[in-house]
Antibody, heavy 118, light 107 residues
Framework: EVQLVESGGGLVQPGGSLRLSCAAT????????MNWVRQAPGKGLEWVSY????????YYADSVKGRSTISRDNAKNSFYLQMNSLRAEDTAVYYC???????????WGRGTLVTVSS | ERVMTQSPATLSVYPGERATLSCRAS??????LAWYQQKPGQAPSLLIY???IRATGIPARFSGSGSGTEFTLIISSLQSEDFAVYYC?????????FGQGTKVEIK
């Protein structure tokens, strides 16, 4: 059974940093691209970042580009989102999602809440 | 960036009735479109991919159609568990983009 479990969320002050993690089980992790998708309170879904299985290709949304770094450790079946210079508008539930070989997101974690506030 | 626009924002439907949700792309996304369902307090879950293929375990009352810029999700006979928010997402281009969602509520 595919499972994705996020961690690392919490309360952080504006300008601060946070590292989110997503632990994957139930599939050959290195064979799949992975995403971060966020959802601000009461709002819709926003794609944040994507990394291929071999980390060869990485993409970011403009809203986080230059402030965030996605990475993965296939030996640990985990991937990460390092977020710096956090702003109030980064407050959201952050979901990790697996990208199927067909490029759609087929499995999602339950999310971790990031709150940026003083 | 492909802007995805969903309509209506809210759809009020009686149980057992048919619901029709629309998603429009600002430029062609071919058939590279997925629909997700999200219930309160839960993560999104995949319903439809490649515009018209039901994901594993999704009931036949859910059907997707369209290509290019116009897409439709039809729920043929709404069940109580179908009242939720539905999002479309294109995966034809970067950045990946979602529609703003359609909330299907009980009338």
């Amino acid at each position: 059974e595919v499972q994705l479990v996020e961690s690392g969320g919490g309360l952080v002050q504006p300008g601060g940093s946070l590292r989110l993690s997503c632990a994957a089980t139930g599939f050959t992790f290195s064979s799949y691209g992975m995403n971060w998708v966020r959802q601000a309170p009461g709002k819709g879904l926003e794609w944040v970042s994507y990394i291929t299985g071999s980390s060869t290709n990485i993409y970011y949304a403009d809203s986080v580009k230059g402030r965030s770094t996605i990475s993965r450790d296939n030996a640990k079946n985990s991937f990460y989102l390092q977020m710096n210079s956090l702003r109030a508008e980064d407050t959201a539930v952050y979901y990790c999602a697996r990208t199927n070989t067909g490029w759609y997101n087929d499995y999602w974690g339950r999310g971790t809440l990031v709150t940026v506030s003083s | 960036e492909r802007v995805m626009t969903q309509s209506p924002a809210t759809l009020s439907v009686y149980p057992g009735e048919r619901a029709t949700l629309s998603c429009r792309a600002s430029q062609s996304v071919n058939s590279n479109l997925a629909w997700y369902q999200q219930k309160p307090g839960q993560a999104p879950s995949l319903l439809i991919y490649d515009a018209s293929i039901r994901a594993t375990g999704i009931p036949a009352r859910f059907s997707g159609s369209g290509s290019g810029t116009e897409f439709t999700l039809i729920i043929s006979s709404l069940q109580s568990e179908d009242f939720a928010v539905y999002y479309c997402q294109q995966y034809n281009n970067w950045p990946r983009t979602f529609g703003q969602g359609t909330k299907v509520e009980i009338k």
